[in-house]
């Protein structure tokens, strides 16, 4: 499998500056030998000390969330352009949180995805089924619906700075994980859906990580799939201890 392997954490709404500061301190030694991609979905405040801590490093360091726009009257917003200029290179987008919380709907987040990928902040796609969904047996047209609207218009070339995440909702937060077998299941079915965006190929060199209650123990058999490369871990990645036995039990 040619994929690259990606271990993010996504810290959410935790961690002040010099939380982060003393966890990435203490990470950077642990993950120097790794060969999969680390990396920390961290709050705006902490971007440009986390990127500074971080520096000579495999860890990469990204926000949570992204305007859609490039500059402007956007009271609260932060562009693309702005966390590049902070030494973010990635940002997660359309997390389940942002889709049920703050009302982002398919069209915004495609026109993030968008957005982020003009501005060269590599854009990770969040998707996923509620529990309403999956047990009135949408999990199919929910996933394809979130796939083909967020990546409509998206340039083939820029795939290489792409990648999935996929995140049943019931799943996240909850202590819920997701079977190996669902989650092969909604990857593979992912991964078609890419397929008709882009092409076959391309699709089959596209990061598609699982998350949703991520732990150190269950890790390993989600890896044994073949179209899970990696994980998007919430809770258990603001611990250095079982965030880098996941990244270590989950190194295939
Ligand atoms: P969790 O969160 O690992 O705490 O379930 C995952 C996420 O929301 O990305």
Redesign the pocket.
């Known amino acids: 499998m040619s994929r690259t392997q990606i271990f993010i954490g ?1 810290w ?1 709404m935790h961690k002040t500056i010099t939380e982060t500061l003393s966890f990435i301190r203490e990470l950077k030694p642990l993950v120097q030998a790794e060969t999969s991609k680390v990396m920390l979905a961290i709050p705006y405040t902490s971007l440009q000390a986390g990127v500074q801590a971080a520096e000579k490093s495999n860890i990469v360091i990204g926000s949570q969330n992204v305007s859609d726009e490039h500059e402007g009257p956007f009271t609260g917003e932060i562009s693309p352009w702005m966390l590049k200029d902070a030494g973010a290179e990635f940002t997660l987008i359309g ?3 942002r889709r049920h919380i703050f009302h982002e709907n398919n069209e915004w987040i495609r026109a993030k995805v968008l957005r982020a990928l003009k501005d060269d902040l590599m854009p990770v796609l969040c998707i996923g089924e509620t529990l309403e969904q999956r047990e009135k047996g949408k999990v199919e047209s929910t996933l394809e619906q979130q796939v083909l609207t967020a990546l409509r218009g998206v340039p083939k070339e820029e795939v290489q700075h792409f990648c999935l995440a996929y ?1 049943p909702v019931w ?3 909850t202590g819920k994980v997701a079977t190996p077998e669902i989650a092969q299941k909604a990857h593979e079915f992912c991964r078609k859906a890419l397929g008709e965006v882009f092409s076959h190929h391309i699709a089959s060199k596209i990061p598609i990580l699982y ?4 732990k150190p123990s269950n890790i390993a058999g989600l890896m044994d799939q073949p179209d899970i490369d990696g994980a ?5 990645s603001l611990i250095v201890d079982s965030f880098v036995t996941i990244i270590r039990e989950g190194s295939k």
Not at 211 to 214: D, E, K, L
């Open positions: 996504n959410k997390h389940s949180e995140e799943a996240i937060g998350g949703g209650s991520v998007l871990i919430g809770g258990a």
